[in-house]
């Protein structure tokens, strides 16, 4: 499993059309729980993401949604990553598996089911909630088949755990929040905040769906959690991004080309045109 580390590396979003990654680091090892340290991005935000500066930098939530956001662009290009997580704990002052991804092992723990499940995406990643949900009657990372041309309501379901109280779950589809649903925590037996959540989305065409959820702290920091995409597929109609993501990723792999010719090999620039190249023939399709 190829697994792609931080959004904002210069060469980062090159990888998906070149290598085919397999793994999309949704908590990455500048998310730490001491303070948060990396306020300035390498590489700007787009404008479509509406960060701060002109998107150079920001604060911890910005970095979260500027980590979402080339996720769900990548998502809707047809880059079907699943998440995963880490903390460089050793290199960077974060405790071990503070950013972590749990993944489903019905038949109890054991390496090859885990990591078949990573790679399957039957997964959540977080740093601190458990959002334990199901989609469409499964755990998330599920593959369903639409009938063509014809709209689906979606069963969503689960429960929130957490150490303070989480007071929504976000229904994601094709990376726009399409429900916010309000939450209801009490105090279970083992002294954390737990909530359950039931709700029906309705969607049309080929789709992904996610859910996500915010757990406040003090001083105006966050702890989040996020399931892996389940994925709807109509042969129909396909999956289609939206512009401004996909022309950003073109417009990155120009600059990389720009900015390394004469000082890469010829064989590592190649690689910037073979993604620009991928990104373009996407880009005819977008809406």
Known sequence: LLDMDKCNWNWSVMLPPVMDIDLY??????????????????????????LP????????????????NTYYALLDCGFRMRPTAGTASGVHPVPLGFGRVYVHCPRGFNYDDWI??????????????????EINGEVPGGKFQLTP?????VKISGTVLSEKPVQSVEVLVNGKVQQTI??????????????????????????????RCWEDRAGG???????????FDDATVPLRPRREEVTWLVER??????????????????????????????????R
Not at 149 to 153: E, L, N
Not at 225 to 230: D, F, K, L, V, W
């Open 53 to 68: 500066d002109a998107g150079r930098s920001g604060g911890e939530r910005d970095w979260i949604n500027y980590t979402f």
């Open 221 to 231: 920091r966050v702890r989040f959690a996020h399931t892996a995409p389940s994925w």
């Open 116 to 133: 078949k499940g990573l790679g399957q995406g039957r997964s959540f990643v977080t740093t601190g909630p458990m959002l334990l949900a």
């Open 149 to 153: 041309s014809r709209s689906r309501r």
């Open 25 to 50: 680091e949704l908590a990455n090892n500048h998310i730490w729980r001491a303070e948060y340290a990396f306020t300035n991005f390498n590489v700007p935000a787009p404008a479509f993401m509406n």
């Open 253 to 286: 792999m120009k600059q990389q080309i720009a900015s390394n010719t004469g000082v890469l090999s010829a064989e590592a620039v190649a690689e910037y045109q073979q993604a620009m190249e991928r990104y373009q023939a996407i880009e005819k399709t977008a």
């Open 182 to 211: 309000s939450l209801k925590s009490k105090r279970n037996r083992d002294g954390a905040y737990e909530a359950r959540f039931k709700v029906t989305e309705e969607i049309s065409g080929t789709s992904w769906v996610a859910l």
